[in-house]
C-alpha cells in the first residue's frame, strides 16, 4: 500500500502552473495542480529541485500532523492551493484514518504551503469532492507519506 498516494511534479514551461500531479489510486483519479504558491513561499528560487524539497516539507508537515492526532479527531490536509479555494484531504481518526478529498473556500494564497499548521484544524466549510471514502490504517499512511518526502527530496 505504499503507493497510497502519489505526487509528481513535472518540469514544464507553464511558470508553477499545471506542475503538480496528485493522485489517491482508491479515492481520487490523478489531478493536476500548481506549484505557483510553494514557488512564491521559497522566492528566489532557481529550480524545480527547491519546489519538489517544498512539496516534500508540506507532506513531512502532513505527516507530523497525522501522527499527533487522537481518537475522533478531524484535520483537513491541504494540497491544491488556487486563488479562490484550497483541495485538501480530510482525515478523520477512528483507529484508522478515514480520508475524504474535497474542497474548502479558504483561499490557497492565505495558506502557508510548507507549514499550513493554521489549516488543519481550521476549516469548516469542506465540501466533497466526490461520495467516495477510503480508510487506511494510519502506520501505512504514516509509511507512504515518509516514502514520498523521500522521494521528492531525492529527485
Known amino acids: 500500500m505504499s503507493n497510497l498516494l502519489n505526487i509528481e511534479i513535472i518540469e514544464n514551461d507553464k511558470g508553477g502552473h499545471e506542475d503538480l500531479i496528485f493522485e489517491i489510486p482508491e479515492l481520487i483519479s490523478e489531478q493536476i495542480f500548481n506549484t505557483y504558491y510553494f514557488a512564491l513561499a521559497i522566492e528566489p528560487k532557481s529550480g524545480?529541485?527547491?519546489?519538489?524539497?517544498a512539496v516534500a516539507e508540506l507532506i513531512a508537515s502532513w505527516n507530523k500532523k497525522q501522527a499527533e492526532m487522537e481518537n475522533g479527531q478531524i484535520i483537513y490536509l491541504p494540497?491544491?492551493?488556487s486563488d479562490q479555494y484550497t483541495g485538501c484531504l480530510r482525515v478523520k481518526?477512528?483507529?484508522d484514518l478515514n480520508l475524504i478529498y474535497g474542497f474548502s473556500r479558504r483561499e490557497g494564497w492565505s495558506?502557508?504551503?510548507?507549514?499550513?499548521t493554521?489549516?488543519?484544524e481550521s476549516i469548516s466549510d469542506f465540501d466533497t469532492e466526490n461520495d467516495k471514502?477510503?480508510?487506511v490504517n494510519q502506520s501505512e499512511f504514516e509509511k507512504c507519506l515518509t516514502e514520498l518526502t523521500k522521494k521528492l527530496k531525492s529527485e
Not at 48 to 53: L, V
Not at 111 to 116: A, S
Open 118 to 120: 493554521e489549516y488543519y
Open 111 to 116: 495558506v502557508d504551503p510548507i507549514n499550513p
Open 79 to 81: 494540497i491544491d492551493f
Open 48 to 53: 524545480i529541485k527547491e519546489i519538489k524539497n
Open 93 to 95: 481518526k477512528k483507529n
Open 133 to 135: 471514502s477510503l480508510t
